[in-house]
């Protein structure tokens, strides 16, 4: 995963090296340019954290959530059932008769 955050994050400033390139007309040390980007990228990435947020509200079910409470709840009561008979029976083992 680190690997393709660096990657995406490199696509993305390159891409706004290029918009403000482009939209440049000061020399490239210039306060300008510095707000320029910053602005640029702020509003990238509250697009992208607005668009995250509507999927996430989009996709998120109540009955998808209650099924996998209710298989989380199943499951751990079946796995310390079985994890209680493993232990009783290798305490016997143990122990001896």
């Given at each position: 995963m680190g690997a393709r955050f660096f990657l995406t994050l490199f696509l993305v400033l390159l891409v706004l090296g290029t918009e403000?390139?482009?939209t440049q007309e000061d020399d490239p040390g210039s306060p300008?340019?510095?707000n320029t980007m910053q602005e640029s990228f702020l509003s990238y990435?509250?697009?992208a954290k607005a668009a995250a947020e509507g999927l996430y509200q989009k996709t998120y079910?109540?009955?998808?959530d209650e099924k996998l409470r209710d298989m989380y709840s199943k499951s751990s009561a079946a796995?310390?059932?079985y994890a209680?008979?493993?232990?009783?029976?290798l305490f016997s083992l143990l122990k001896g008769e």
């Open positions: 403000v390139q482009g300008a340019l510095l990435w509250s697009s079910l109540t009955s998808v796995v310390s059932t209680g008979i493993f232990t009783d029976q």
